[in-house]
């Protein structure tokens, strides 16, 4: 029944590879991230205006990322645009893909975390003399990144293995990339991914830990 | 320029690709809530002793879904298990289900008050009694919407099985793709399907969750 061999010694010898790989894939899931919260915050906005097309747009936006699959979201950036005549990379169409699928989620976290801010604030703070865009830079989104510090670091989570989606669209550069091009050429496919496995394993908990050091540096009264 | 050549039996394609997507979800979250309840019982009446089984389900939900197939569909070879590669989906989408599902049952049953389950004992009700009339009851209602949330998920997860070889929705719509050479279109179908059988089984959860709440 058991008649396989092992080969971890060659599966090692790509350990270096799949380090840089995952570097890639970190990359990736933080500038996803970082765009993502960026149009979350937006879309929160947007889905408080009085305009109905505005709103509209952005609750649109949330529905559709929040009630398809991400590789399909993935997959309509890089085979659909190609409609429009735009040809766009793997790797662009999985940070816009993944960007896309963050800021849906995100918005939907902090429409909650705003519902949490108290009104008096902004009131407070408008009646310091402040405008409504320095209420909302120095006064309601501080404490709306607190409260949504834990969601954020989660989703930051999910980013990283949203990440490994890309080899379906042929990016070969993150880790899941990277594996599969050993995987192919070598055929020690077990071998390989728990690699792979065990690495994404690392990376979700070193986000953790990091998050939770952080929130405990930043977040004391 | 509104001339397709999309035909009526791509579309039957496509939504036969759309069964299989409900038939693997419906699988999944079989086995997923069945493991999950138990191991969520597990991880409530026995903190320190089921730190292990913790451990374990935290490892299938920080590695992604696509790997956990792959690894999964390789042992299968490597054991030389003749099984089809829509049960090693459904086995790995049920294993994956249930680390959520357990932490879902974890926290519902975290949620019913001490005094509650004190109340209950006192009135001569056995562990199992006050388990099964007192506390799952509240438990469910508790974490029913989570439990909604996840079937979603899980349904969205479905699509990652093309990668194994199964004939999902967005595998059929791919290979409709690659005959009609039109993918916005095809894509835009399969998308507006997927949306539907999400807001279906959204609006059955809240219908029943509603039910619930008027008996309370």
Not at chain 1, 170 to 173: A, K, P, Q, R, S
């Given at each position: 029944m058991f008649d396989y061999s092992f080969h971890w010694r060659v599966a090692l010898k790509a350990l270096p590879d799949m380090l840089n790989g995952a570097w890639v894939t970190l990359e990736t899931a933080a500038l996803s991230m970082l765009l993502g919260t960026m149009i979350a915050l937006l879309l929160t906005l947007l889905r408080q205006q009085q305009n109905p097309l505005l709103r509209h747009f952005a609750e649109t936006w949330v529905s559709i990322a929040r009630n398809t699959p991400s590789l399909f979201q993935i997959y309509i950036l890089y085979f659909g645009l190609g409609a429009f005549g735009l040809h766009v990379s793997s790797w662009l169409a999985l940070l816009a893909g993944i960007t896309f699928n963050n800021a849906g989620y995100l918005a939907e976290n902090f429409r909650g975390g705003l519902k949490a801010v108290p009104d008096t604030q902004m009131r407070a703070a408008r009646s310091l003399g402040m405008n409504a865009l320095h209420a909302y830079r120095l006064v309601i989104i501080p404490q709306l990144l607190r409260i949504v510090f834990h969601p954020l670091s989660n989703q930051m989570v999910w980013a990283v293995l949203m990440t490994s989606l890309g080899v379906i669209v042929?990016?070969?550069?993150d880790l899941t990339g990277v594996t599969q091009d050993y995987n192919v050429k070598t055929f020690r496919t077990f071998e390989y991914f728990a690699i792979a496995a065990l690495l994404y394993y690392l990376i979700a908990k070193t986000i953790v830990l990091g998050a939770r050091l952080m929130a405990w540096r930043l977040f004391r009264y | 320029m509104f001339t397709t050549s999309l035909t009526i039996s791509d579309l039957l394609f496509m939504l036969q690709g759309a069964w299989v997507t409900l038939q693997l979800t419906a699988a999944a979250m079989l086995l997923g809530t069945l493991s999950g309840v138990l191991c969520g019982l597990l991880r409530a009446g026995l903190p320190r002793a089921s730190l292990p089984l913790a451990w374990l389900l935290d490892l299938f939900r920080s590695v992604p879904l696509l790997i956990q197939f792959v690894l999964f569909n390789s042992l299968k070879s490597i054991a030389g298990l003749d099984i089809s590669a829509f049960a090693v989906g459904c086995l790995v989408l049920g294993i994956y289900a249930a680390a959520f599902c357990s932490e879902i049952v974890r926290s519902g049953i975290q949620a019913v008050p001490a005094n509650l389950r004190r109340a209950a004992r006192s009135l001569g009700m056995s562990y199992w009694q006050d388990l099964r009339h007192v506390v799952l009851p509240l438990a469910t209602r508790v974490s029913f919407p989570g439990w909604l949330n996840l079937v979603l998920s899980v349904m969205k997860d479905t699509a990652l099985v093309m990668w194994i070889g199964i004939f999902e929705l967005l595998r059929t719509s791919q290979s409709v793709v690659t005959r009609i050479q039109e993918p916005l279109l095809v894509l835009c179908i399969a998308g507006l399907i997927y949306y539907l059988m999400s807001l279906l089984v959204a609006q059955l959860g809240n219908r029943l969750e509603k039910r619930w709440q008027e008996n309370d």
């Open positions: 042929g990016l070969n550069d | -």
